[in-house]
């Protein structure tokens, strides 16, 4: 769709028929793919997939906690290289991340729709069928241990500083709300992120 006029394809589960889009990108031959994932096989077929001299690359699940993406990454990069393709030049994390005055307000005013959201995920079987937990509701604590950024500016930016050293992840996309969530706190952490988190963040990673 991106590289030719109109496209018809007859699959095993699809069929697509005089597909055409409208608005052609500017970028050619296309813009660079960000491809999901988050079990092992779907990482190497991200990689099979991937054209990573066009700036295709994998983007790390917020789900996830940083251990598995971790180990994700490393079968993401071996997965190219035993296919022959160069190694990305981008490299997406995404997290869950909450910044308040403290850890405390951050988790009061927050953790409930943390919760109600994780327990709706919960249900459409992404522990147990996804990512691998061993439950469909894990109790709070364990839900957010590794998979949440939450606390006060000078935590946020100590463990961004540390996802960003040991991932060495190019970019972080950050996913800062969730169902029923006030948008005052939403605005919160987009204010705590630009004026408290990055500054500490930028003179700590180098």
């Known amino acids: 769709l991106f590289t030719e ?17 409208a608005l052609k990108p500017t970028r050619k031959p296309r813009p660079p793919m960000w491809l999901g994932g988050s079990v092992e096989n779907a990482v190497k077929r991200a990689a099979s997939i991937a054209e990573t001299e066009l ?12 251990d598995v993406i971790l180990q994700q990454a490393s079968v993401f990069k071996a997965t190219l290289t035993e296919l022959g393709k160069p190694a990305p030049k981008d490299f997406p994390v995404l997290r869950n991340i909450v910044v308040a005055p ?28 996804v990512v691998g937990d061993a439950k469909t509701h894990p109790e709070f604590e364990e839900l957010i241990s590794g998979r949440f950024v939450i606390g006060s500016p000078e935590e946020a930016a100590e463990e961004i500083t540390r996802i960003a050293k040991i991932t060495h992840c190019t970019r972080l996309i950050c996913r ?4 029923g969530m006030e948008q005052r706190h939403v605005l919160r952490t987009i204010e705590l992120l630009g004026d408290r ?6 003179k700590n990673v180098v």
């Not at 927050?110 to 995920?121: K, M, Q």
């Not at 988190?197 to 930028?202: C, I, Q, S």
């Open 197 to 202: 988190v990055a500054p500490l963040v930028r």
């Open 5 to 21: 006029e109109e496209v018809s394809v007859e699959g095993k589960h699809f069929r697509a028929d005089k597909l055409r889009l």
């Open 102 to 129: 403290d850890r405390t307000t951050a988790i009061r005013d927050v953790g409930p729709a943390i919760a109600d959201s994780y327990r709706i995920f919960g249900n459409w079987g992404l522990f147990t069928q």
């Open 176 to 179: 800062i709300q969730w169902v």
């Open 55 to 66: 700036g295709d690359t994998w983007v790390a699940s917020a789900h996830l906690k940083t």
